[in-house]
């Protein structure tokens, strides 16, 4: 079964189209990542995967199911490129209320929510309100929600948004982990270095239409830089 | 993950429900009404003893127990009203405040239903609205019993009307902020109590009502007759008979109905932030 499928799905917001009969598919312990400049529909992508939005035509299938059903997002970690952090909360009290959304309970919930801080890096500052927190601290805290309980899908915007090189790096150990133990894998970015590093397949999206999608050597040709592939097929 | 993690949608309610009312506690206005109802507090102390001596009208001594009776009505009923609005303020943004800063996609990106989150944060504006609320009418009812004897019967009928009220005024409110802007879903909640509860008093002085006005009177929801029929026994009055003796299943129903509203209204939102 595919983790995430988008099936011929056009997206229109008013007369403009933001997706055209785009076909996304993201087979089970494989990584996507998502390119394409600046309103090429990339976040609309995600937003459909995660039921926020509706398609005006053709299908969206999450682990199988209608992603608006709640069951289908059980198991999937997100990080949105704005993250909205409750400056009034803990780091601690949000990645709980993170862990009991997702339906964990109990001892296991605090376990888990000590176990994610310490691999995100952020135990030492669980204490500290989010209000006080750096952009990299905060997106530390973003991720330690998304990989709270292991997921089995992790939907990432900009994930390195923010993050230092040290951060930068840790995030690439944490996408590479979950990798490991079978978790799927859709990252939108503009950083294209991370992206050859981190997927093995790309889906390059360009005003709506994708514009080339495939494994990594098949999009990027030999001796070539992702970089300069990307170029290649956005400018034609 | 296994046994550990639950699909339970009262669990994820729960959880949202707590953080809402937190989120509504915190907000500046809480401070204000806070103040409100302090000043309001003060007020009712001197309107309940207010009634003391003599009155005549046309000639004619008036039983002081009927003036009392007809203060209680008009004080109580004022503080329900001024509840609903409350709630219908409270609730006029703070739906729409959490799809703009970003908070709502993130929870929504959980196995947490649409309806589930509408539900919570429509608890958590009425919480605040219903405790100050609760806190004047029980106060008001208090003064007015001990000083005048009224009863306290339909003091509960009264603010069982004025829960269900705020109930329906806070999830229309809530549906309307879907599509409209704060300042305006608020204008819409004032307009809509006014226009309702005018409607319902000059029905019951005998006005005559036609067009929309009647239309209201008779089928729409009944904010202000609601109060005054479970407050009659105050003024002479007896109330109808139901389930909740004094508690139109009118008003129920339309509590009822502006909540699926909220729910369908917010399950079709396209969240962009």
């Not at chain 1, 509706?54 to 059980?74: E, F, K, Q």
């Not at chain 1, 030492?124 to 750096?134: K, P, Q, V, Y």
């Not at chain 1, 397949?201 to 005003?207: E, G």
């Not at chain 2, 008003?251 to 939102?269: E, T």
Request: aromatic share 6%; glycine share 12%.
């Amino acid at each position: 079964m595919l983790a995430l499928e988008l099936d011929a799905v056009t997206k229109r917001y008013g007369s403009r189209r933001a997706l055209d009969a785009v076909c996304v598919s993201l087979p089970r312990g494989s990584a996507l990542g998502l390119l394409g400049p600046n309103g090429a529909g990339k976040s609309t992508v995600l937003r459909l995967a995660l039921g926020l939005a509706r398609p005006s035509a053709g299908h969206v299938r999450l682990r199988g199911l209608d992603p608006g059903d709640p069951v289908a997002r059980t198991g999937v970690g997100y990080l949105p490129e704005r993250l909205a952090l409750p400056g009034r909360m803990s780091v601690r009290a949000f990645v709980r209320l993170h862990g009991r959304l997702a339906g964990w309970r109990g001892l296991e919930l605090t376990r888990q929510v000590e176990a994610v801080c310490e691999r995100t890096g952020i135990a030492d500052r669980a204490d500290d309100r989010m209000a006080g927190l750096s952009k990299g601290l905060a997106q530390r805290v973003g991720f330690a929600q998304a990989l709270f309980g292991d997921p089995e899908l992790l939907l990432l915007d900009e994930p390195t948004s923010g993050l230092d090189p040290l951060g930068v790096r840790d995030a690439r150990e944490w996408i590479r982990a979950a990798r490991s133990r079978g978790c799927s894998v859709l990252v939108s970015s503009h950083v294209l270095s991370e992206v050859e590093r981190t997927c093995d397949r790309v889906v390059i999206l360009d005003r709506g239409r994708i514009a080339a999608s495939g494994r990594l050597e098949d999009v990027v040709r030999r001796g070539e830089r992702l970089e300069d592939a990307f170029v290649r097929w956005v400018r034609g | 993950m296994g046994a550990r993690v639950t699909r339970s949608a009262f669990y994820a309610y729960r959880t949202l429900a707590v953080e809402a009312i937190l989120d509504a506690v915190r907000r500046r206005i809480v401070m204000a009404i806070a103040v409100v109802t302090l000043l309001a507090l003060w007020l009712v102390r001197g309107c309940a003893a207010c009634t003391g001596g003599s009155y005549r009208v046309d000639g004619q001594l008036v039983d002081p127990g009927r003036i009392a009776g007809f203060t209680g009505v008009a004080l109580y009923a004022l503080l329900a009203l001024w509840t609903m609005t409350l709630a219908g303020l409270l609730a006029s943004d703070h739906l729409s405040q959490s799809l703009h800063d970003g908070s709502a996609p993130l929870t929504l990106a959980r196995p947490v239903g649409r309806g589930t989150y509408a539900l919570a944060r429509l608890s958590g504006s009425l919480a605040v609205a219903l405790v100050a609320g609760g806190v004047l009418l029980t106060a008001t009812a208090g003064l007015l019993h001990a000083r005048h004897a009224l009863p306290l019967g339909p003091a509960f009928a009264g603010a069982a009307v004025c829960a269900w009220g705020a109930l329906l005024v806070a999830a229309l409110a809530m549906s309307a902020s879907l599509v409209l802007p704060r300042l305006a879903t608020f204008l819409c909640v004032l307009g809509f109590v006014g226009f309702v509860t005018g409607v319902n008093l000059a029905a019951r002085a005998g006005a005559p009502l036609s067009g929309v006005s009647g239309l209201v009177d008779r089928f729409g929801p009944p904010l202000g007759s609601a109060l005054l029929e479970a407050l009659g026994p105050w003024i002479g009055r007896t109330p109808s008979h139901g389930p909740v003796p004094g508690l139109s299943p009118r008003l129920v129903l339309w509590a009822v109905a502006s909540v699926i509203l909220l729910v369908a209204a917010f399950r079709r939102v396209e969240i962009r932030s």
